[in-house]
């Protein structure tokens, strides 16, 4: 069962998604952590990867930990919004994860 997230995003988070998902549909792949950074204007992949995982936590992305280019956007329904499969955010990732 998918857990709701209540939280609403800061409008930084709302931010941090939209670039996420631009990049997304632009190249057809997911950002780097860098990639975002950059085009966020942040200079430091440690405050990218925050964002990244708070975003996580609110359940709007899941992370596949290890693997590159791993986040992935989670659809307003829960679903994939790519094949439209049911998605569970990664518990593991919550462990790490921070607001």
Same mark, same amino acid.
């Given at each position: 069962?998918?857990?709701?997230?209540?939280?609403?995003?800061?409008?930084?988070? !709302?931010? &941090?998604?939209?670039?996420?998902? #631009?990049?997304?549909?632009? /190249?057809? %792949?997911?950002? *780097?952590?860098?990639?975002?950074?950059?085009?966020?204007?942040?200079?430091?992949?440690?405050?990218?990867?925050?964002?990244?995982? !708070?975003? &996580?936590?609110?359940?709007?992305? #899941?992370?596949?930990?290890? /693997?590159? %280019?791993?986040? *992935?956007?989670?659809?307003?329904?829960?679903?994939?919004?790519?094949?439209?499969?049911?998605?569970?955010?990664?518990?593991?990732?919550?462990?790490?994860?921070?607001?």
């Amino acid at each position: 069962m998918r857990t709701t997230h209540a939280t609403p995003l800061t409008a930084r988070q !709302a931010e &941090v998604l939209a670039v996420f998902r #631009r990049i997304l549909q632009e /190249t057809g %792949r997911p950002p *780097t952590v860098r990639e975002l950074g950059a085009h966020l204007g942040l200079m430091s992949p440690h405050g990218t990867m925050c964002h990244l995982l !708070a975003l &996580v936590k609110k359940g709007k992305l #899941r992370h596949a930990n290890g /693997t590159a %280019r791993g986040f *992935t956007p989670i659809g307003e329904d829960g679903c994939c919004p790519t094949c439209g499969h049911q998605l569970e955010p990664d518990a593991s990732t919550f462990a790490n994860a921070t607001e």
